[in-house]
């Protein structure tokens, strides 16, 4: 993972641009606006990335004491303006107890228990703080929209489409209740996280599935699909590759964090996700792009393209895939592409500078995005067990074509490919 951090440790310089220091609190200190919603998941993954980069990056001591300082400064704003503490974004509210606010708390625990050992005491109980709140407003109160606690459905209209926040809420709640669990909720919190975790990656024939799991048949807990019988996403409106990718990311995350921790992870959170897998795998050109066969409506090869890194890594421990090494050695090629563009240390400095001027909120966001996931790549790379494969890349390209070769349809959403060595052919409407 050399290359990962290489391109960390150049962003992180260029990322100092983007830093700003609480006047009214020394040693609290953020990346980005500091705004709530997306400006504190922005902090958040900055704080991931440079954690990874300050305790498994290759660096000199007072570089590794910088970054870790970030690090902390970064986690410690982020804690203590959470509802459960005594500060404020910079904007003036507090964060969290939202849909959205387990997504970015997800996206830094990998780095925060990187950071451990270099905790003190109210470090700790700001954690446990924070997480036991989310947990306890996630288990009782979650609301997303008009719709409240584990919702599913296959069509984005209903507004019930939530493969992916089911996730992350379900992920949250196991989090807290493995981290903490003589807390008076955490049997509530594990089985609560179940009940998300079987409605995430969902399908009709759930409704009637007698397999245990968590031991309950899948049938006691299903509410309902979120994918279609083929394992079509209809998010955002359509065909949704990108979010196909980024549930399989928050497993993940789970996945490797509870496996850092010598903790379980819940049996539930791999529901349907080899399923799910089969079918993004043939959604990935051989040098890592994303073919997104229903169109996009975010930056290209940005956000949802980033969390495959994480997706790789777990498709290769857990899932069997044999092609998750040249899938990510490509796709880190083109990482380092753009960067080599730009010749500056950002992610997206030449093809974004509009946009880094008019809204930096959500430039920084996507540049955090990138640098979170190539911490996760180096953290989560870290476990694995075995290095690897060094087979050419010519020859992985072309074996990988041949794996993915055939055709794929889902009649009811409307999109239909068929692919070979020289071709992918697609339609969707």
């Known amino acids: 993972m050399e290359l990962c951090c290489e391109l960390l440790k150049s962003w992180a ?7 700003y220091d609480m006047p009214d609190e020394p040693g609290l200190g953020c990346y980005g606006t500091g705004y709530n919603s997306w400006g504190v998941q922005t902090n958040q993954k900055y704080l991931s990335a440079v954690a990874v980069l300050a305790t498994l990056g290759e660096l000199k001591e007072e570089e590794r004491v910088r970054w870790r300082d970030r690090a902390l400064a970064a986690l410690r704003f982020s804690l203590r303006s959470h509802h459960s503490g005594d500060y404020r974004c910079t904007d003036g509210t507090q964060w969290g107890h939202t849909w959205i606010s387990a997504l970015g708390i997800e996206r830094m625990m990998h780095g ?10 109210g470090d700790r109980a700001a954690l446990q703080r924070m997480l036991t709140s989310e947990a306890s407003w996630v288990c009782a ?15 984005a209209r209903s507004g ?19 981290m903490y669990p003589d807390h008076a909720e955490a049997e509530s919190w594990k089985e609560r996280a179940h009940e998300f975790l079987i409605n995430a990656v969902s399908v009709a024939t759930d409704a009637e599935e007698e397999a245990i799991v968590a031991a309950r048949p899948v049938r006691k807990r299903h509410v309902g699909a979120n994918f279609f019988p083929n394992y079509a996403l209809d998010h955002h409106g359509y065909l949704n590759v990108g979010y196909m990718v980024i549930c399989l990311s928050n497993a993940a995350m789970l996945h490797f964090d509870m496996k850092r921790l010598g903790l379980p992870a819940p049996e539930s959170l791999h529901h349907h996700q080899g399923d799910l897998w089969q079918v993004v795998r043939r959604l990935i050109f051989a040098d890592g792009r994303l073919a997104r066969i229903g169109g996009d409506s975010r930056v290209r090869y940005a956000y949802c393209q980033e969390y495959l890194l994480p997706s790789l890594l777990y498709a290769a421990e857990r899932l069997g895939e044999e092609y998750a090494d040249h899938l990510l050695v490509a796709q880190l090629e083109l990482i380092r592409g753009e960067a080599e563009f730009n010749g500056d240390g950002s ?49 992985r390209a072309n074996g990988f074509e041949d794996s993915v070769a055939g055709a794929w349809c889902e009649p009811e959403h409307g999109a239909v490919l068929h692919r070979c060595s020289t071709r992918l052919a697609a339609f969707s409407w």
């Open 13 to 19: 310089e260029r990322a100092e641009g983007y830093w």
């Open 112 to 121: 925060v228990y990187l950071l451990e050992p270099h905790l003190d005491a």
């Open 141 to 155: 109160h979650q609301v997303r929209g008009e719709h409240g606690g584990v919702v599913a459905d296959p069509w």
């Open 160 to 178: 019930q489409n939530v493969p992916e926040s089911n996730l992350w809420n379900g992920a949250i709640l196991w989090r807290a209740a493995a």
């Open 347 to 395: 992610f997206y400095g030449r093809r974004l500078a509009e946009l880094a001027g008019k809204n930096p909120y959500y430039y920084t966001r996507l540049e955090s995005d990138r640098a979170c996931a190539l911490g996760m790549a180096i953290a989560y790379g870290s476990q694995l067990e075995g290095e690897l494969a060094g087979v050419p890349a010519a020859a």
